[in-house]
Every structure is written in structure tokens, then in C-alpha cells.
């Protein structure tokens, strides 16, 4: 059963950092390919980074425009693993935030999964006050 556990979330004032984390389970040959994503009320759920790591090694990363300079996302396969680094955050950075992973073939198969995701938990809040 696949099982997603993100933490790490709280209340920073603007400029401040947070640092979240995701445990992964459930995946029998682990996972190469993360997300973290975020829902506002009364918004849309958005993507904010993904990655994929390929048996090269080799990882590709992208992050939403809004981010970009600001955030960073790693994963740890060895440990199924992964997390955001949050920097220099911004009110309207404030939103539920939630990670997605899985083990794909691609970049491009990372990319889909990720946008037709099932298995979300529950998240964690990220709060920043001006």
C-alpha cells in the first residue's frame, strides 16, 4: 500500500525558511521521481518542483515560475525520501503542501505520473505572515 508522510510545515514570517520533508512507502522497487505541490483555499491544487533521477544518475528538476531561486527539491532514494527547502518565503507562499512520488522510466513518464496522481496524504501547512 502505497503511503505518503510529509512534515516539517509551521509559521515563519516573510523572508524566513522551512525545510519539508516526505516519507515514501509502498513502493517495492522505491521511487526515482518527486513532487511537492501546494493547495490554497479556494485554489487549485499547483505543481511546485518535481524530479527524477534516471540509472545513470542523473537527475532532472524543474520548479514553477513563482519559485524558482527560492526553493529546492532533493530526494534521497536510498532512504525513499525526499524534501523542499523553502527560502526567502513569501505570504502568499501559504498553502497545504503535499508530495507525490513513484519509480517511472522517464522523465517524461515522471512528468505524467505526477500530474494524475493518487496517492496524496495528508500534508503539511506552510503559514507565512507579512
Known amino acids: 500500500q502505497v503511503q505518503l508522510v510529509e512534515s516539517g510545515g509551521g509559521s515563519v514570517q516573510a523572508g524566513g525558511s522551512l525545510r519539508l520533508s516526505c516519507a515514501v512507502s509502498?513502493?517495492?522497487?522505491?521511487?526515482?521521481?518527486m513532487g511537492w505541490f501546494r493547495q490554497a483555499p479556494g485554489n487549485e491544487r499547483e505543481r511546485v518542483a518535481r524530479?527524477?533521477?534516471?540509472?545513470?544518475?542523473?537527475?532532472?528538476?524543474d520548479y514553477a515560475d513563482s519559485v524558482k531561486g527560492r526553493f529546492t527539491i532533493s530526494q534521497d532514494n536510498t532512504k525513499n525520501t525526499g524534501s523542499l527547502q523553502m527560502n526567502s518565503l513569501k505570504p502568499e507562499d501559504t498553502a497545504m503542501y503535499y508530495c507525490?512520488?513513484?519509480?517511472?522510466?522517464?522523465?517524461?513518464?515522471?512528468?505524467?505520473?505526477?500530474?494524475?496522481?493518487?496517492?496524496w496524504g495528508q500534508g503539511t501547512q506552510v503559514t507565512v505572515s507579512s
Open positions: 507525490a512520488a513513484d519509480h517511472v522510466d522517464s522523465w517524461d513518464d515522471c512528468r505524467g505520473v505526477l500530474n494524475n496522481y493518487h496517492y
Open positions: 509502498g513502493y517495492t522497487h522505491g521511487t526515482n521521481c
Open positions: 524530479i527524477y533521477r534516471n540509472q545513470a544518475n542523473i537527475y532532472a528538476v
